[in-house]
């Protein structure tokens, strides 16, 4: 019998977890298993707000495919997707194609940017290594140029983020870190400097447990964090940021806007003709789209109904991760010959998110409230779990956060 062939689009946290799970329980002979990636590298996309505001390296938080993954189980193809033909069980990369018996699309999120004017030319977000290099340097490079003009411009050195949900709040978390060190290295004064977080509900964290959205405010406006709250943004320039807040337009001087108000799944796969609701795609309980009964998609591009919460579950690693194991899983089904497929249920641990290297929230455990040193360390414990899964005890020691008492 023909081996079949496995394509997997994309190594983030749904398609690196697909291609370890399988390359642990299925033989070479079993089946062709092929990765396919932009870059040579996987990264953590949970850690690049650090990143973006300098208080991380980049280089932690990739690692080389080939580190994780053995090449001879499994093809690795460094490339980018430009279009899947699903009729004709087709991939078109840009230096060539694959074809596939199976694939998985876990091509991760991109920015959701809601046709607000200005926004795509002159935002930053939060992405990939390359876009949270780029932030780094911008506001660095703001920093250095202020000092060297005449005309002091205040809009250098007001830094706005957009949307304070998860990754809003945790990027102002790690720049209300950073800041102060910029300043020393830059000689400015740290009361120049404004941090504002743009948020259009009433509360940051909208939906999140309100004495930790509290704490968690309490936190960030004590190290210099300005919030804007029911402030809607509606347009982006070169220099300024306009939101609308009780029918009044306001605008903030700026040359640094990132955009953290929002993701979808890559427009890659509803331009293939995937049917998408808001950029992601409705998938079966066995994660499959209807219609397409040898396509599987995991992370933040499918959509998955939580029944119970009768809404779609949150795109989070969380549960990229557990649809990649799951996947795994039902891959071994098909190459075995059986036909039924195993149905997805999430297993929500809880929510932790970080203010910086030494404050965080989290609620886990069915309801236990976590804050400030307990919530740090249960993020780092988190983060290196993840790792451990991924490559075991070595790359947990090589990338792993594991300066619990850093507080
Ligand atoms: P990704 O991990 O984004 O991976 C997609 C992969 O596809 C990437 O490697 C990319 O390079 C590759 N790719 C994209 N396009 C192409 C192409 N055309 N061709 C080839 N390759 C391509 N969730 C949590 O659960 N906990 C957290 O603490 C948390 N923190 C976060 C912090 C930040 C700053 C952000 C932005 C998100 C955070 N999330 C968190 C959400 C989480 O990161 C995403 O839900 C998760 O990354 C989704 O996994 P994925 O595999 O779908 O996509
Ligand atoms: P989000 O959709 O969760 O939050 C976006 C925020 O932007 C919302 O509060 C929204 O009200 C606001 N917003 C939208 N349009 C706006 C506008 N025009 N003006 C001002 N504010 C506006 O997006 P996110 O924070 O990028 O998170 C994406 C996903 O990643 C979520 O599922 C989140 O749970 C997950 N995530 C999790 C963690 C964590 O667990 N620690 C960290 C980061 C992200």
Redesign the pocket.
């Known amino acids: 019998m023909k081996k079949p062939n496995i394509v997997i689009l994309g190594a983030g946290y749904g398609g690196m977890m697909t291609a370890v799970k399988l390359q642990k329980n299925i033989g070479v002979n079993d089946a062709n298993v092929t990765l396919v990636n932009k870059h040579s590298y996987h990264y953590q996309t ?1 850690w690049l ?1 650090e990143n973006a505001a300098g208080t991380l390296h980049h280089d932690r938080t990739r690692i080389p495919i080939k580190d994780v993954i053995d090449t001879s189980k499994i093809k690795l193809i460094q490339d980018t997707v430009l279009e899947i033909k699903p009729s004709e069980k087709r991939v078109l990369l840009e230096d060539g194609e694959v074809t596939y018996d199976y694939l998985v699309i876990s091509l991760g ?1 991109e920015a959701a940017t ?1 046709g ?1 004017q200005g926004l795509k030319e002159h935002a930053f977000t939060i992405g990939s290594i390359n876009s949270a290099r780029l932030i780094r340097q911008h506001i660095e490079y703001n920093f250095a140029k202020y000092n060297t003009e005449p005309d002091k411009k205040p809009e250098r050195l007001n830094i706005v983020v ?9 990027f102002v978390g790690e720049l209300a870190n950073r800041v102060p060190d910029l300043c020393r290295e830059y000689d400015i004064p740290r009361d120049q400097v404004r941090i504002i977080c ?4 009433p509360t ?3 939906g999140f447990d309100p004495q930790l959205v509290e704490y968690a405010m309490n936190s960030l406006e004590a190290r210099g964090v300005e919030f804007k709250l029911s ?4 347009e982006v320039t070169e220099n300024k940021l306009v ?1 609308e807040k009780d029918d009044q337009r306001e605008e903030i001087g700026t040359n640094t806007v990132v955009w ?4 979808r799944g890559n427009s890659i796969v509803e331009e293939s003709g995937f049917e998408a609701n808001r950029g992601r795609i409705p998938v079966r309980e066995d994660l499959r789209p209807e219609g397409y009964d040898d396509v599987f998609i995991v992370g933040d591009c499918a959509l998955v109904m939580n029944e119970e919460a009768e809404r779609p579950y ?5 549960i990229a991760i557990q649809e990649a194991e799951h996947t795994a899983g039902n891959l071994e089904r098909l190459i075995k010959g059986e036909r039924h497929l195993e149905p997805f249920v999430a297993d929500l641990k809880g ?4 203010l910086g290297d030494s404050d965080a929230i989290g609620v886990v455990f069915d309801d236990k409230k976590l804050y400030g040193w307990s919530a740090t360390a249960m ?1 780092k414990v988190i983060d290196n779990r993840y790792l451990l899964k991924l490559g075991g005890i070595g790359l947990v020691l090589k990338k792993g956060k594991l300066n619990f008492f850093h507080f």
Do not use: D
């Open positions: 949970t707000h999120f809601f607000i957009g949307g304070a949900g998860f990754t809003g709040i945790e743009v948020e259009a509900a940051a964290l909208p402030a809607m943004i509606k939101f953290a108000a929002g993701v949150p795109p989070t690693a969380q929510t932790v998110a970080s993020k």
